[in-house]
Structures are given as structure tokens and as C-alpha cells.
């Protein structure tokens, strides 16, 4: 069991957060958030008492409503009217490894005691996430403007013990699994229910699993260049240090040395070619892959700042005696990254697509579409069609959300940023690049049986690691068997935490 520890001094990272994307964890909340949380409830306690004018969302109604005032003695019915009536979410539901990383960035964002809610809700938030009890929130019904409230108030809902869970594996009603547990729902008091609504968790979530498999993705696709230049019988040149050193992006130079560390060793990358230059889907890989790593790292830092902030409102400064209404919820940093990391992911795919093609296309000694014996048998021709319809849907879902608004809340909400939609294609746009990768890995491979000069011992260890999950291929056979297999052994492919996270540096 992972754990992770949360509170106002701890700067979450996505590396930190990993665990959370692929099982359940223990979370640690340091004895500091828990004193500002509760100093910021007394201090809205204390407002609330002494104003003598409305404040938003607390005693008043929300967003065009803002100017109906609410009675003392109705502020918790305000907040529960809030939750069921703002769970609107439709489409499909979210994968539970999002929900949990929600949960725990939501803590996050409470803990630095500027939102005015009961420690008990924190304490909720984090039974859910100890006793991995997973709300049930659906993909559509955020705009990304005043924070994800579709989505996070079917998180609320649960921990009033209303709508479904996934537990244990399986959906169920949050009442039975409360009661099961022995945890009481909780009552929410005034500002709360808003506290937990307005927030950029579920777009943040998406960009924090986003990041962890795209840092995942390009180093995948270093090594199969790498194995794609080999049995392409590729030249070294490109890769060679003086060229990168003259125009110095930290991806670009990166991605450089990581092949030419790949290739060391290799008798075929050093013998004598007889062509002058490579196609640019291989001469090019440095510039390409080390252009999406450097957006990845400006995306990184945008999610970084995100998730160890505060995106609620009104937002509390007890030492300022303020209470003030604005926009920290609104998502355009988020929606902007997510859009941008998109198309940088997007890329890698069409690039590696270009490598899948030449090698199928019957170059270089290679025989048409990698058959030994083409004609009777089509070998890995529409392998390659599969790719090719991957990198056109991606094409189509990098059109950016982020460009978008629609107004909401009778003119109130005048500008959103969609970036939930955002958020939502990008998880598409990187679940078929693990498509395009894996037909790329399994044309390298077949590729490789053509020519006996050895390669590297690195990429000798690793086609022969993938030789046995999928053999190599002497006559047809259902291929999506072997691309589903070469899926698998790309996600478990075993990747150096310190090359994972390695994005090159300035």
C-alpha cells in the first residue's frame, strides 16, 4: 500500500500522485492543515455572525441568484439544495483511478484553511480515499469555469451517503456502502457545499493521469525509434551531439542522447550506408519528440501550481479579515495545458505512424509489409491502416475545447473554459497513441528478423524481452492478438523513475 502525505507545506507533484493512478493509498495529513482548516472555520463562523451585508454563496443564492439573500437558519439546507441540485453529470463515468486522485486533490486544495469547511469533511474525504470508496462521477457536465461542479458534487453527494460508489470493484449504493463501514454521513453547514462544488479537481485529475502516462509514453517512443532506426538500417548522424548543441532545446538535446545511449554498442547503426539521408519521420525524431517533451515539462509546471492551490470561492483570509468573491475556480490554465499537451501527444503518434509506414513500405531490403512471403500473405499491411485511423481520430480531437465558450447562469457565467471537454479528449487522444505505439513496436520487431547484423545490446534485450509475449510472424494470423500483447508489454514495460521523469533541462 502507497501512501501519500498532504498538507499546506507538501508541493504535490504528478510523480507523487503515480500511485494513486494505479491502485488504492493511505493518505498522511500533516498536523498543520488540520489547524488552518479549523481556524479558517471559526473565522467564517465569526463573518457570518458580524457582517452586516450578504456574502456570496453563504447567505446568498449562486450564480445569477447571487442577490437572493438566505435566511440564517436555512444556510445548511442551502448548501445540501446545492449538492443535489448541481449532480447533473451524463455521459460515461470516469474511470475510479480518476476519482481517486480527485479526492485526494480536493484535501489538498481544503487543507490550506482558506475555505472555510468543517474538519470532519476533510476527515470524510479521506476515509473515502483509505477505504478506497469511489464516487461515481460521470465525463460531461463541467464547463471548467466556476471549478468542475457537475462532477464534484456527485463527490459530495457521496459523502452525504446519497447517489453510488465503486467499491470493492462494484458499484453500489453510497448509503449501503456507509452503512457497511460504519461511516456517518456528513451534515454540511454553510459555505460547505460550495467549498467542495467550486474547485479544478476533475480537470486537474485528467491532466495529473495525462502527465504520468504521456512522461511514460516519450520514453516509449525514444526506444522505438531507436528500434525502428535499426531495423530501418538508419543513420546515426542526426542524433550526434554538435548538431543538438546549436540549437539547445532540452527536449530536442535530451531526446538526442537518449538514442544515442540506446544505440551504443550496435555494429548495424556503424556500418557503412549506402544512402545519404533518412526520411524525416527518422532524421527529424529529435526535434519532434524533444519539442512534446518540452511542452510537457511547461504543462507539468502549470499542473504543479494547480494542484497545490486554491481554486474555491468566496476564498477566506482570516489574517486579512477578508472574505473575497472571485474567480480562482475558472479552469483557462488548466484547459489551455491540456489542449496544448494534446497536440504535442498527438504528434508523437503521427510521427510514429510515418516510421510503422517505411517500414512496411518495402525499403531498404525490407520485404513488402515485413511478409517473408508477400502476396499470399499480407503480412502487416493493415496493421499500419489501424495506426493510420488512430493518428486521424487524434487529429480530429486536437481541435482545442479551450477556444470555446457558451455562457451559463443567466449571463453571470459569461466565459467558461471548457476545459473538461479539454480534459476528456486528451485521455482519448493518449489511450490511441498506446495503439500507435504498439503497432510500431510490433512492425520494429517483425523488421528486425531481416538483417543479422547485431544491435545494440540494449535493444537486443528488449526485442527479445518482446519475442516472448508475440513471435515472430511467418504467415498471417489474427494480428489483433499480437497488437493487444504488444499493447501490454508497452504498459509494463519496466521505466527507471529517474528516466521516466527526465524531461531534459534548460
Known sequence: MSHITIGPDIKLTARDLTPALYGSVQLTITDDARQRVEAG?????????????????????????????????????????????????MGDQIEPALVRIMLILKIQSLCYGHSGVQWR???????????????????????GASGDLAPLAHIALAMMGKGEVVYKGKQQPTADVLSKENISPIQLVSKEGLALLNG?????????????????????????????LEAFDGRPE??????HRVRPHAGQRLTAARITEMLEGSKRISRLKQHVQDPYSFRCVPQVHGASKDTLRFVMQTLHTEINAVSDNPTLFPDEDLVVSAGNFHGQPLALALDYLAI?????????????YLLVSGQRGLPPFLSPNPGLNSGLMIAQYTAASLVSKNKQLCTPASVDSITSSNGQEDHVS???????????????????????????????????????????????????????????????????????????????DELLWNLGHE
Open 418 to 496: 471548457m476545459g473538461a471537454n479539454a480534459a476528456v479528449k486528451l485521455l482519448d487522444v493518449l489511450h490511441n497513441l498506446e495503439g500507435v505505439l504498439a503497432i510500431e513496436l510490433l512492425n520494429a520487431a517483425q523488421a528486425m528478423h531481416f538483417d543479422d547484423e547485431q544491435t545494440s545490446p540494449f535493444l537486443d534485450a528488449v526485442w527479445r524481452s518482446f519475442r516472448d509475449d508475440v513471435s515472430y510472424m511467418e504467415n498471417d494470423r489474427i494480428l489483433y492478438r499480437d497488437m493487444d500483447a504488444s499493447r501490454r508489454f508497452l504498459s509494463q514495460l519496466s521505466i527507471d
Open 344 to 356: 504535442a501527444m498527438a504528434e508523437i503518434g503521427s510521427i510514429s505512424e510515418r516510421r510503422t
Open 121 to 143: 469533511t476533510v476527515e470524510q474525504l479521506k476515509t473515502f480515499v483509505d477505504r478506497d470508496i469511489l464516487p461515481v462521477v460521470y465525463e460531461s457536465g463541467s464547463l
Open 41 to 89: 472555520r471559526a473565522y467564517l463562523e465569526s463573518a457570518i455572525t458580524k457582517s452586516k451585508t450578504p456574502i456570496y454563496g453563504i447567505n446568498t443564492g449562486f450564480g445569477s441568484l447571487c442577490n437572493v439573500q438566505v435566511n440564517d437558519d436555512e444556510l445548511a439546507q442551502l448548501q445540501e439544495n446545492l449538492v443535489e441540485s448541481h449532480a447533473c453529470g
Open 200 to 228: 479544478t479537481q476533475f480537470m486537474s485529475a485528467y491532466l495529473t493521469a495525462a502527465t504520468i502516462l504521456s512522461a511514460r509514453m516519450l520514453y516509449q517512443a525514444d526506444l522505438l525509434a531507436a528500434l525502428s
Open 238 to 243: 542526426p542524433f550526434c551531439d554538435p548538431v
